[in-house]
DNA sequence: CTTATTGCAAAAGGTTTGCAACCGA
DNA sequence: TCGGTTGCAAACCTTTTGCAATAAG
């Protein structure tokens, strides 16, 4: 829950691990799972790589690296609004939204720039 | 890419087959993964089922089904100017964004409401 | 004692890949 | 003839599941 990045499963997994050595993945994922549910936290799905998890559940911004993949959170204006406006045009129900911004992160920027 | 839905890999698979029988799911794949690389057609990943694919490339937002796993276009204003305001807060390069709404679609509110 | 949670291993998707056969310039 | 595509089957990766064993209340 402290954690400001968005580590994958296999990452809690590998944290988790150090403090309780005879967990399974199996049982992460299934917790996970669990919070992600009853909206503890916030599952983030990727074109690419595996999901990833945010204990961050106030509506915010996501950037993903189409090249390392990381996630970041983007703290741009907040745009609930948007649930709203698309309410209006839908006859659907609208729960929620993700705004998933992609591109290259400052690393991998950095990477491509210099060398070949 | 004349078709308005959001069909999955399989979904194209079983449509082209009518046409060429003898047409292998790899191959779908290849090519819808090569469309989407050049950007003649959009990818569109869903928290849950398989990705969907949409031939329509301009910028526009798009409703997820989290019942029946539809994906739906929302015909909404136009957003991109997002893609500035967050280039100017994030130190990386942002090279576009997706915006999924989730819900329920119009035909799933509907069985949720009558009945059991 | 009773119910809920876990570990393990296997299964289940969905997607990608190696490779030989094939097709088109 | 030669490079690019394809079909097929197998591999891959991520996530879920069945079930017996374990832990918790």
Redo the contacts between chains.
């Keep these: 829950m402290t954690r400001q990045d968005h580590p994958t499963a296999e990452t809690v997994y590998m944290n988790i691990r150090k403090d309780f050595p005879r967990i399974s993945l199996a049982t992460v994922y299934r917790n996970l799972s669990l919070l992600a549910d009853i909206g503890e936290i916030r599952?983030i799905?990727?074109?690419d790589g595996p999901?990833r998890f945010d204990a961050r559940i106030d509506p915010h911004?996501h950037?993903h690296?189409?090249r390392c993949g990381c996630v970041?959170d983007?703290?741009?204006?907040d745009?609930s609004y948007?649930?709203e406006?698309?309410g209006k045009?839908?006859?659907?129900?609208?729960?929620?939204?993700?705004?998933?911004?992609?591109?290259?992160?400052?690393?991998?920027?950095n990477l491509n720039t210099e060398a070949s």
Tied chains: 1, 2.
Aim: negative net charge.
């Design positions: 599952k799905s990727t074109p999901d911004v950037f690296c189409s970041i983007l703290d741009m204006e745009i948007l649930d406006t698309a045009a839908f006859a659907g129900k609208i729960e929620g939204h993700s705004i998933l911004f992609h591109g290259l992160c400052p690393n991998c920027m």
